[in-house]
Nanobody, 122 residues
């Protein structure tokens, strides 16, 4: 079992930055692919980024490439999402997820956090 807790969301103006954190329980954190997804009101869950267990492989969704950076600190059982140059369309609930398969599909992930709200004002 893995429990995930996100933090760091909030309200920011367009062009600003936020850093999300996702703290994981369990002793096998480094064995999981970690992903970030987001879901805006009335839309489907969207892939944002994922990183391999080692943190060496990182994949990003097209809408966030060049602006967001995923990283992980396995010693701290934490994965981060640094979000720069934020836009109003980035407004959503951001959730982290853990799984054993490298995928952009939400269904491939086994464990989910409850999410943290990010709101970007114009």
């Amino acid at each position: 079992q893995v429990q995930l807790v996100e933090s760091g969301g909030g309200l920011v103006q367009a062009g600003g930055s936020l850093r999300l954190s996702c703290a994981a329980s369990g002793r096998t954190f480094s064995g999981y692919v970690m992903g970030w997804f987001r879901q805006a009101s009335g839309t489907e869950r969207e892939f944002v980024a994922r990183t391999s267990g080692s943190g060496l492989i990182k994949v990003y969704g097209d809408s966030v490439k060049g602006r967001f950076t995923i990283s992980r600190g396995n010693a701290k059982n934490t994965v981060y999402l640094q979000m720069n140059s934020l836009k109003p369309e980035d407004t959503a609930v951001y959730s982290c997820a853990a799984g054993g398969i490298s995928s952009v599909r939400p269904g491939a992930y086994d464990y989910w956090g409850r999410g943290t709200q990010v709101t970007v004002s114009p």
